[in-house]
T-cell receptor
């Protein structure tokens, strides 16, 4: 049973470059979440989608960040231009959201991003 | 503003000790509280609690929720070095279908 798949696992790039992170959620899950984790700020929700529609992007830091979900099996998080302060581990998670108490989120292994 | 607060931030114990991790929350439209364990990579799901007073148990780990006092505890008995991890608490609210995460408790179990 495949879990949430993220790519790349590691990304090192210079500031100013465009960075694209990718995520494939678990098949059948209707919600997808992008998180950023740092030592200073912990796990922060950036944006989440329900049925491929962005529902809450209030956590997106600024206009340099954008996310898309063109279909139920793929999402991207893009940073352009990247800055050193964007260095963090970015997690994608998926879940089934409906009328119930909320199903647990399943996390991918994350992308460790370093901006030099 | 909705928030989740975990304590302590970090904890060092020796194998065999029992630990209690705390999670308090102020979240409107509460639906459920979840505990996760994060080792080197992704957080992995431990428990989901929706009702007060009903203990969830898995091996040496157990958790309980108090919806009146707005907190949950995670107990680990007879700790082992493999329990060393960051333990995250999250609350799910049903108005916006959002998960609010605490900052986590870093547990270090020494041999």
């Amino acid at each position: 049973d495949a879990g949430v798949i993220q790519s790349p696992r590691h990304e090192v790039t210079e500031m100013g470059q465009e960075v694209t992170l990718r995520c494939k959620p678990i098949s059948g899950h209707n919600s997808l979440f992008w998180y950023r984790q740092t030592m200073m700020r912990g796990l922060e929700l950036l944006i989440y989608f329900n049925n491929n529609v962005p529902i809450d992007d209030s956590g997106m830091p600024e206009d340099r960040f954008s996310a898309k979900m063109p279909n139920a099996s793929f999402s991207t998080l893009k940073i352009q231009p990247s800055e050193p302060r964007d260095s963090a581990v970015y997690f994608c998670a998926s879940s089934v959201l409906g009328q119930g108490p909320g199903q647990p989120q399943h996390f991918g292994d994350g992308t460790r991003l370093s901006i030099l | 503003e909705d928030k989740v607060v975990q304590s302590p931030l970090s904890l060092v114990v020796h194998e065999g000790d029992t630990v209690t991790l705390n999670c308090s929350y102020e979240v409107t439209n509460f639906r459920s509280l979840l505990w996760y364990k994060q080792e080197k990579k992704a957080p992995t799901f431990l428990f989901m609690l929706t009702s007060s007073g009903i203990e969830k148990k898995s091996g040496r780990l157990s958790s309980i929720l108090d919806k009146k006092e707005l907190f949950s505890i995670l107990n680990i008995t007879a700790t082992q070095t493999g329990d060393s991890a960051i333990y995250l608490c999250a609350v799910f609210e049903y108005n916006f279908n959002k998960f609010y995460f605490g900052s986590g408790t870093k547990l270090n179990v020494k041999p």
